[in-house]
């Protein structure tokens, strides 16, 4: 990708596990990175699919992970990662 300038943008990838809320706290991160002509992608949760249509304003893409089957593969299914390890 090529920003303004006609030189190769700098990729971001924005992290977000497990909020929809986070998300959009992070609405003008998302914008000051794009002023700066940074290709912004996101990671989120499938389960907040829903919700594409209207961050694509804000990111170039959207790429989805299943929390449940990385829970999984981590070996902790018992553990919700909605949670701390508080106790």
């Known amino acids: 990708a090529f920003n303004f300038k ?3 943008a ?7 596990l497990l909020r929809l809320g986070d998300i959009f706290m992070q609405i003008p991160l998302f914008e000051s990175l794009r ?3 940074k290709e ?3 990671l989120i949760n499938q389960q907040f699919q829903s919700s594409e249509r209207f961050l694509l304003k ?3 893409a959207i790429h989805y992970f299943d929390r449940e089957t990385y ?3 981590c070996g902790e ?3 919700n990662l ?3 390890y508080q106790q």
């Open 77 to 79: 299914a018992q553990f």
């Open 82 to 84: 909605m949670y701390g």
């Open 6 to 8: 006609g030189t190769c």
């Open 71 to 73: 829970q999984r593969s």
């Open 58 to 60: 804000y990111v170039d």
């Open 40 to 42: 912004v992608h996101l």
């Open 10 to 16: 700098m990729k971001v990838l924005c992290i977000s």
């Open 35 to 37: 002023k700066e002509g």
